[in-house]
């Protein structure tokens, strides 16, 4: 598997609990953008060569922020460079507010079969504390709007521990996924981002963090209404109806080669080697063409990490047959506390964390580490 993620750094107003890097510039920006874009993607396109590619990603930001000339002009580029299988996934992200007639029709004349919204809740009340531009029933005109036109490969995004926000509010943001029928739920707990307006604003006492034990609660109600749903949890935030998984992100999470274009973008050479983009949308276009800019080559301990954290995201595990005979013992030795508390299992070779473990993974993750 191999893939490419495009970043498209636009938003029309900044949320709340955000911070990606990205930017409200004017239409101008955007132009000089794509046309740096485009150098960098040429100028890099060696890189990449005849390798057949299995996913297109274009992220943000906000891709759909892009007027649909500039989407289609932006993929077109993108296919006339590089080679796609003919059953690629190729995802575009959106807001709801976004999903107009036309940006769909656009859409039809490019190589896009899968739609991913950021909805995050379908209570209008903390939409607008969130500073989201949508509404719940935007939101749900969208999806019906995308499936209309034939796009029924649709993620829906959700946010849960949002201030003031209760079990029952929940439920019935999970209510509303159920009846969407999605074949794709991504689902996160609000973090705080330091910079963010909704840090400052529980800094000043104006709103209030959700307690771990709501957070948790919350958390197994996901579960349990995904699985009833029939999807399975392939990953610590991701949920998918059977073979609806995200290929693009599935991929990252095996160590799989990316090349990332765009400002921040990364790219990873499937073996040792990370690198990426100034995440400045002027400093990118003012040197596209001469990218990336950081680099590492991750040494043994760092690679090791890196399938810590990557493998064991995933209900697929970490096969320990990836490991060197040292980094197997040393992983094992750190895995023991939770294989023997059951929040993992070790299975012909493949250690996973269960789904008891799942709330607490990070910790166990970083038990785990060097
Ligand atoms: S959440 Fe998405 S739309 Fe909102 S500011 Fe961040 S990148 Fe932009």
Not at 106 to 132: E, K, W, Y
Not at 134 to 157: F, I, M, P, W
Not at 228 to 246: C, D, Q, T, V, W
Request: contains cysteine; negative net charge.
């Amino acid at each position: 598997m191999a893939g490419i993620y495009i970043h498209v750094p636009f938003c029309q107003s900044r949320c709340a609990y955000c911070d990606f890097y990205s930017t409200t510039l004017s239409e101008e920006w955007k132009s000089q953008y794509l046309y740096a874009l485009e150098r960098e993607m040429r100028a890099r396109r060696h890189e990449v060569g005849n390798v057949q590619l299995d996913t297109l990603y274009l992220g943000g930001g906000t891709p759909s922020q892009l007027s649909p000339v500039m989407l289609r002009r932006l993929l077109d580029v993108v296919t006339g460079l590089f080679c796609m299988k003919a059953d690629a996934e190729v995802t575009v992200e959106a807001n709801p507010d976004d999903v107009t007639p036309l940006w769909l029709e656009t859409l039809l004349h490019t190589p896009v079969n899968r739609i991913s919204m950021g909805v995050q809740t379908f209570d209008d009340a903390l939409l607008s504390l969130l500073r989201r531009r949508h509404t719940a029933a935007q939101a749900k005109e969208a999806v019906e709007a995308c499936r209309e036109a034939g796009y029924t490969n649709l993620s829906l995004d959700l946010i849960y521990g949002l201030p003031g926000q209760d079990l029952e509010m929940w439920r019935a943001d999970l209510d509303r996924i159920e009846e969407m029928n999605t074949p794709h739920l991504s689902a996160y707990a609000l973090q705080y981002e330091q910079g963010t307006e909704l840090f400052r604003l529980r800094e000043a006492g104006k709103v209030e963090e959700a307690d771990e034990e709501l957070s948790l609660q919350m958390y197994e109600e996901l579960c349990q209404r995904a699985s009833a749903m029939g999807m399975e949890h392939y990953e610590i935030s991701n949920f998918a109806l059977p073979g609806k998984r995200s290929r693009h992100n599935s991929s990252y999470w095996k160590q799989e080669p990316y090349w990332g274009f765009g400002p921040g973008a990364h790219s990873y050479d499937g073996a040792r080697c990370r690198r990426w983009n100034d995440a400045q949308l002027k400093a990118y276009v003012n040197a596209a063409g001469d990218v990336p800019h950081g680099k590492e080559i991750l040494n043994d301990d760092e690679l090791y990490d890196e399938l810590v954290m990557t493998r064991l995201r995933t209900c697929d595990g970490l096969p320990l047959e990836l490991l060197s005979p040292e980094n197997r013992r040393y992983c094992l030795r750190m895995a023991e506390v939770h294989l023997k508390s059951g929040k993992m299992t070790l299975e012909n070779g493949i250690l996973r964390i269960e789904e008891s473990g799942i709330f607490v993974s990070d910790d166990i993750m970083s038990d785990l580490m060097r």
